[in-house]
């Protein structure tokens, strides 16, 4: 086996780690984690292609991986505020709760309204997003 | 496979593997920046000693502290809930990861782009990067810059406080 295909082995089963953990885990902050985890697994890749492929020295693969770096941080940052704000309107970050198939009534499509007028009135609540 | 590049790999995986599995959050993020610290350590050994400090300042410095203190607002640390999604979804999940693993290995091993390797390359210094930073990729930095000073303003404009009764 050659080196690169040893990274690329090693990549893939961290992608494959990520992603097993943005599928199955509950909470909103570990489904991030297993994005971030994908993404640096990406980043491997790149480094990998950088170091063992032709024309390293025009450093492509590293200037790649710096922006992609970048965009990982901004990523992060917004998501963490994103799961922040639904958290302060719906009181967990529990996903099976926010998708509503959980043992509760808490549904993405009523976070922006209070979810206890939708218990307990039994009508859809009004949208006033205007 | 040197022993130094198994040790490195073998440290990131058991630290994603941990920090997907474990049960509570705050052990998840802790095993998060083993991974992250490991994968640094991944990147110097492959020669990019840039990246690999970029990687510790980055991921174990800012993304892990902010995660950390995502948990700690949202009391993650102390729910009941059991950690992971219901056995369906679970196996699934598991099911669909375990398959693209298997796909992209056979595709390493099958792939005709991947030769043996070639020369070693000279370690490039941080001048070159620079220079290359600041010479043809000047116009995607400047973007990258422009979209972190959004992605900032962006994030504290989405976790602000609301005011109540502010319409």
């Known amino acids: ?130 | 496979m040197t022993a130094s590049f198994l040790i490195l790999a073998s440290l990131t995986l058991a630290g994603a593997c941990a920090a997907m599995a474990f049960r509570g959050l705050v052990h998840c993020a802790l095993a998060l920046v083993v991974a992250f610290a490991g994968l640094g350590a991944l990147y110097l050994s492959l020669g990019a000693q840039f990246l690999g400090l970029a990687q510790w300042l980055v991921y174990v410095g800012a993304v892990a502290v902010l995660i950390v203190f995502a948990i700690l607002l949202t009391h993650g640390a102390d729910t009941g809930l059991p950690a992971l999604s219901a056995p369906p979804l679970r196996i699934t999940g598991i099911l669909v990861a375990v398959a693209i693993f298997a796909i992209l290995s056979w595709a390493i091993f099958h792939s005709s782009a991947i030769r043996p390797a070639g020369l070693p390359v000279s370690q490039p210094t941080v001048r070159q990067l620079g220079a290359v930073l600041m010479g043809s990729y000047i116009l995607p930095l400047e973007v990258i810059g422009l979209m972190l000073t959004a992605a900032l303003i962006g994030a504290v404009i989405v976790a602000m406080k609301e005011k109540q009764g502010a319409e």
């Open chain 1, 1 to 130: 086996m050659t080196p690169l295909a040893e990274c690329l082995l090693i990549s893939s089963m961290l992608f494959a780690v990520g992603l097993a953990g943005a599928l199955t885990r509950r909470n909103a902050i570990l489904v991030l984690v297993g994005i971030e985890l994908m993404l640096n697994a990406a980043n491997l890749n790149f480094v990998a292609f950088w170091r063992f492929g032709p024309h390293s020295e025009a450093l492509t693969g590293m200037v790649f991986v710096l922006f992609s770096i970048a965009v990982a941080a901004a990523e992060a940052a917004v998501g963490l505020a994103l799961i922040l704000a639904v958290y302060r309107h719906a009181g967990t970050t529990d996903l099976s709760r926010l998708a509503g198939n959980g043992d509760s009534t808490y549904s993405v499509f009523t976070i922006g309204v209070f979810p206890e007028t939708t218990l307990s009135a039994g009508v859809p609540p009004k949208n006033d997003c205007t």
